[in-house]
């Protein structure tokens, strides 16, 4: 394992970029409504892309009749194929299938069936989607910085020339579907192993990936990668997990922290008083003041105390939420403005459900475990865990003021180790 010592600095403005940006809503992706509650007229709630300047970078794909909610019989791929065991499809709740929204770049290389074999997914985070991490990690982004450089690109650590690298929204926000979009608390309570199995049949049906060279993602984006060799053992050579866990459901830290941002968010008048059946109303008569109380919960522990202090208060003010102190808090009132109460919760909700942990044993995939030794979210030992359950899998960490945050520069901080990492992979022969 490998140590940097505490370093870096970062300004509130980027902080609040990784936390959600403060932009007008973008009426981009239009849903169809289906009961009395669902809606205030055609316009979303939400965005479709976290980075509205890189909408038109996504493309979309919709997943019949795929279940949501279910069991999975892992070993058993085949009973999974549409999704978990006892599950519901949106169709049967009178909606629109299931759809998934992804960035695609990169070099794609065909077998003679004409399947991608050289694919690289990577996974969404809690509250980003493709868009955000596009943003941090591809060449020429504003937001590099933050990443500590260019991480993906032609000739970058991860290569786009001789890669197909697609970045992929999670179910639940942003360009996929979501409850924001008409069934409110009745959307089907998903899982992570739903978020992974449906981005599967997008790669293998949509996409028409044979193979999977690479999964990586940072924070749930590596709780993901954790679960696409458990679930698809023969289709993913190789993961990065980054400042993850395999067990959230067992996590003490985890658990704690947003059962406290569901309850912030359930502790708003508007939320208590419609038990989340607020679509009647428009956005600024939704639970906003309890989704902002939830973000500067999570904001309170998301980055070093020793970062926060150094800041000063005039700063920290503004991630600090009060009811009825105007002078605090102005800085969230964008991400209640960009975020819904009832996709957050069902997101939590996800998250206090999840335990691969019994499954990483069977993990054949070579496997580069990242972590922040200092995170404050998902502590090292969970790290440590993965990697000696996953035969043969390798752990570097390091610390950083940034804690949790520091995921996005995880992998610019390890380039030589990942380099390394992806020289040992091989493609199958065209």
Request: hydrophobic share 40%; glycine share 10%.
């Amino acid at each position: 394992m490998s140590k940097a010592a505490c370093a870096g600095w970062i300004s509130l403005s980027n902080l609040m970029l990784i936390w959600g940006p403060a932009a007008a809503q973008n009426p981009a992706h239009t849903t169809t409504q289906t009961t009395a509650q669902t809606t205030n007229a055609a316009q979303p709630v939400t965005r479709a892309a976290g980075i509205p300047e890189l909408a038109d970078l996504k493309r979309y794909a919709r997943i019949p009749h795929f279940r949501l909610g279910g069991s999975y019989a892992i070993g058993q791929p085949e009973r999974y194929a549409q999704g978990g065991e006892g599950g519901t499809t949106l169709e049967s709740l009178g909606h629109a299938p299931l759809q998934l929204g992804y960035i695609a770049t990169g070099t794609p290389r065909r077998n003679a069936a004409g399947e991608i074999i050289n694919a690289v997914v990577v996974s969404a985070y809690y509250s980003g989607d493709a868009a955000f991490l596009y943003h941090y990690w591809y060449a020429g982004q504003p937001d590099n910085t933050l990443a500590g450089g260019e991480l993906i690109g032609p000739g970058r650590v991860i290569d786009t020339d001789q890669y197909y690298v697609i970045f992929v929204d999670a179910i639940g926000l942003w360009g996929s579907s979501k409850p924001s979009q008409g069934t409110g608390p009745d959307f089907p309570q998903y899982s992570l192993y739903d978020m992974v199995q449906a981005n599967y049949r997008l790669l293998r049906d949509h996409l028409r990936v044979g193979r999977v060279l690479l999964a990586m993602g940072p924070s749930m984006g590596g709780m993901q990668s954790y679960l696409w060799p458990v679930l698809q053992p023969d289709f993913v050579a190789a993961i990065l997990p980054i400042g993850a866990t395999a067990d959230t459901r067992h996590d003490p830290l985890v658990r704690h922290l947003f059962q406290l941002m569901s309850a912030a968010i359930q502790s708003d008048p508007v939320w208590r008083s419609t038990r989340g059946y607020y679509y009647d109303r428009p956005k600024s008569g939704h639970p906003n003041q309890g989704v902002a109380f939830g973000w500067s919960l999570l904001g309170h522990t998301g980055t070093s105390f020793d970062l926060q202090y150094a800041q000063g208060w005039e700063a920290k003010k503004s991630q600090v939420f009060s009811w009825d102190q105007p002078e605090l808090g102005q800085g969230l009132q964008s991400r209640a403005a960009d975020y819904d109460a009832n996709d957050l919760l069902f997101r939590n909700r996800a998250l206090f459900d999840f335990d691969a942990s019994m499954y990483l044993s069977r993990i054949r995939a070579k496997t580069l475990i990242i972590h922040v030794a200092n995170d404050q979210w998902i502590h090292l030992q969970n790290a440590h865990r993965a990697a000696a359950q996953i035969p043969g899998a390798q752990l570097y960490s390091f610390e950083d003021p940034l804690a949790h945050y520091a995921i996005f520069k995880a992998p610019n901080h390890f380039a030589p180790q990942i380099r390394a990492f992806l020289q040992g992979l091989t493609q199958p022969a065209p």
